[in-house]
């Protein structure tokens, strides 16, 4: 029989033998307020960085577990811990982080604007619009990653109904189709789009109408989320 020591000692070596890389988790939160889809960023805090924006990110503790440390990167830098984080993607190019290997997991989020306060702890802490970042030279690979992510979304809005969270409680459907325009960046005919979503009965009137708006106050209707999750199956996606 083997000694159980042996099998520790060559399980020990076998690890020490591998390659060190690091690993952090990134948070790409996305938001939309003035009907634009904006996303979270803060000023990195690397000197070869200094001025550039960056995502919420950090290096996972020791015996920290990915998600943990995710839901912990966003309370220390936003002060909100009540968001619901999705893991990503991982991207682990060698040259992605000018100290070393760095893996990192990327953590996507949804969120209403107007009812997630940010608190700022330690560093600049800005929403910007998506369609901004083409101007920006951002920190690392997070350009690369914010794109990646934003083509996630945009297949993901069309096969289920997660553009809901970004919206408030009630909105109009001027407000809903602005914010599939936001994150489609296409130009919506407004029957058309009325009719699909219609067609789905998953909007409820509230017999409520805008206020304090420029244009002629329109309808505010709710997403019966009770609804969906009873009959999703029969969510078929929207086609645009």
């Not at 790409?28 to 919420?56: A, H, N, P, T, Y």
């Not at 993901?156 to 970004?166: D, M, T, V």
Request: overall charge neutral.
């Amino acid at each position: 029989m083997t000694d159980k020591s042996q099998h520790l000692k060559d399980s020990v070596s076998l690890v020490n033998s591998y390659h060190k890389a690091a690993i952090s988790v990134d948070c790409v939160i996305f938001g939309f307020e003035d009907e634009k889809l904006k996303i979270l960023l803060i000023r990195s805090d690397l000197e070869q960085f200094k001025g550039k924006w960056s995502l919420l990110g950090d290096a996972i503790k020791e015996n920290e577990e990915l998600d943990n440390a995710a839901n912990r990167v966003l309370l220390e830098r936003t002060g909100m811990n009540d968001v619901y984080l999705e893991q990503f993607e991982a991207f682990s190019n060698p040259n992605r982080h000018p100290g070393g290997r760095v893996i990192t997991l990327a953590y996507c989020s949804l969120l209403n604007i107007q009812h997630h306060e940010l608190e700022i702890t330690d560093n600049e802490l800005h929403w910007h619009s998506v369609k901004s970042l083409k101007d920006k030279d951002l920190a690392f690979d997070h350009k690369m990653i914010i794109e990646k992510c934003f083509k996630w979304l945009q297949k993901r809005i069309q096969e289920h109904p997660l553009g809901f969270n970004l919206l408030p409680e009630r909105f109009s459907l001027r407000t809903l189709q602005s914010l599939y325009e936001a994150i489609l960046n296409i130009e919506l005919d407004r029957r058309n789009f009325r009719k699909k979503f219609f067609s789905m009965d998953y909007l409820t009137d509230t017999g409520e109408y805008e206020t304090d708006v420029k244009h002629r106050p329109g309808k505010l209707y709710a997403f019966n989320f009770e609804k969906y999750e009873k009959n999703k199956r029969k969510w078929t996606g929207i086609d645009f």
